[in-house]
């Protein structure tokens, strides 16, 4: 039966200005689902920035940033409406998509991702940042037995401190100012947790790198003072891989150390991987999403943990501002669009 009525969606409406609106529910195409959503998860670090305009004209954030703006990427629900010419997936299937923070959104069902029974709705709306970072940690190019820094302990960083530790890494060292996040990175697989800022923490890493440095270090931070201040950090003939993408990227700065000590510095992005899996590029989008659930499933990856509030999507202002308030404070921030069935 075709859905009908109203749409409750978020909406950023201007800078540092968030609004709910109810909306009217568009006609489902021929080759489209529509999906009701049931949580969504605030990419914190991204959703942060186009909020507050924290970036330079002429970015991609700025061609993105378009108000009324959509924010959010990682919805998991329920398919409630096949278009006519859907034949690949079922009524009532769970499926995780990328799209914002919305009641009910559509899609073609190829952009769609099966959710196994035995992972949760929570877990499920990792799948966007489990994607972004299993493409770094491929884009690093580890090998067993690594040593490695991760400077930045959000969602992305603590996944990142699990992925490590699935490759093989010998050590994993976390950096970040909060105490909290190094205490569940430590819990998830970190070998050192270290509480300060990372030009104060050198001198840690040379001791537990038996001064060498380490093989490769992460700057999940999306601060562009970070990338100059981080290489002093990497081995020579190290990589350094940026995996939070800054607003500001005129105000990052290299150091001799790039060229003398014959780094490499490697960039990866959500967009990186192939638009198909092939012989040649397997992992595209689908298939590392499946590996992300897949390990969620055998409890390869724990992200349950990492979840901190929960908001009605009402609250959505609220929610927010918290996060501009005391980011620090905060780390998985999800809205659930089941309260707004009463359930």
Known sequence: MAATGTSTNIYFTGRDLVEVHDEPLPKLQPHEVRIKARKTLISTGTEGICL????????????????????????????VELGSDVATVDLGSRVAVRKPHHQYVTA?????????????????TFFALGKIVQNGVRRAEHVLGEQVVVVGLGLLGQLVVQYC??????????????ASRLELACKHGATAGLQESVTDALEEVMQLTAGRGADTVYDVTGSAKVLLQALPLVKR????????????????????????????????????????????????????????FRYLARGDLKVADLISHRYRPQEA??????????????LGVLFDWEVLDGR
């Open 52 to 79: 507050t305009r924290s970036f330079e004209p002429g970015t991609h954030w700025d061609q993105w940033v378009q108000y009324p703006f959509s924010p959010g990427y990682s919805l998991v629900g329920e398919i």
């Open 108 to 124: 073609g069902a190829e952009a769609l991702f099966p959710i196994p029974e035995n992972v949760t709705d929570d877990d499920a």
């Open 165 to 178: 530790r699935l490759m093989g890494a010998r050590d994993v060292i976390a950096i970040d100012l909060s």
């Open 237 to 292: 003939f190290g990589t350094l891989v940026l995996l939070g993408d800054t607003g500001t990227p005129s105000e990052q700065r290299l150091s001799h150390r790039v060229v003398t000590q014959g780094l490499r510095i490697v960039g990866a992005h959500d967009s990186n991987p192939p638009p198909a899996s092939s012989d040649h590029a397997f992992w595209d989008h689908q298939q590392m999403t499946q590996l992300f």
């Open 317 to 330: 202002p609220q929610a927010y501002e918290m996060l501009q308030r005391d980011r620090l404070a905060a």
